[in-house]
């Protein structure tokens, strides 16, 4: 069975930081793409950032842009995402997916993702 285990959500005043993590289970972290999303109350889900297989390309939203940085460690089977300078509107749900084959031009549709995790909710005070 699948498994997409996000952690280290919480709460925070805006400027702080907190860091992400995405641990999977029941497949091979290396034969996936993987992103992050958000989704806040009331919007649609939102694509946050995108990691290759190898790590080698990284992309983000221009909303996050010099603040996130997405990374991963295949050995440990875990996807992180370096959240800084955190702002009110960062506030949201934030999900971990995994992408066996498609496009990274494409890496924003959510539907393009075989699996999902749970959530982690990150709450940013201003």
């Known amino acids: 069975q699948v498994q997409l285990l996000e952690s280290g959500g919480g709460s925070v005043q805006a400027g702080g930081s907190l860091r992400l993590s995405c641990t999977a289970s029941g497949l091979s972290l290396p034969d996936y793409a993987m992103g992050w999303f958000r989704q806040a109350p009331g919007k649609e889900r939102e694509g946050v950032s995108y990691?290759?297989?190898?790590?080698?390309?990284?992309y983000y939203a221009d909303s996050v842009k010099g603040r996130f940085t997405i990374s991963r460690d295949n050995a440990k089977n875990t996807l992180y995402l370096q959240m800084n300078s955190l702002k009110p509107e960062d506030t949201a749900m934030y999900y971990c997916?995994?992408?066996?084959?498609?496009?990274?031009?494409?890496?924003?549709?959510?539907?393009?993702?075989?699996?999902w995790g749970q959530g982690t909710q990150v709450t940013v005070s201003s």
């Open positions: 990691i290759t297989w190898s790590g080698a390309r990284t």
């Open positions: 997916a995994a992408m066996r084959w498609g496009d990274y031009r494409k890496w924003t549709r959510w539907n393009d993702y075989n699996y």
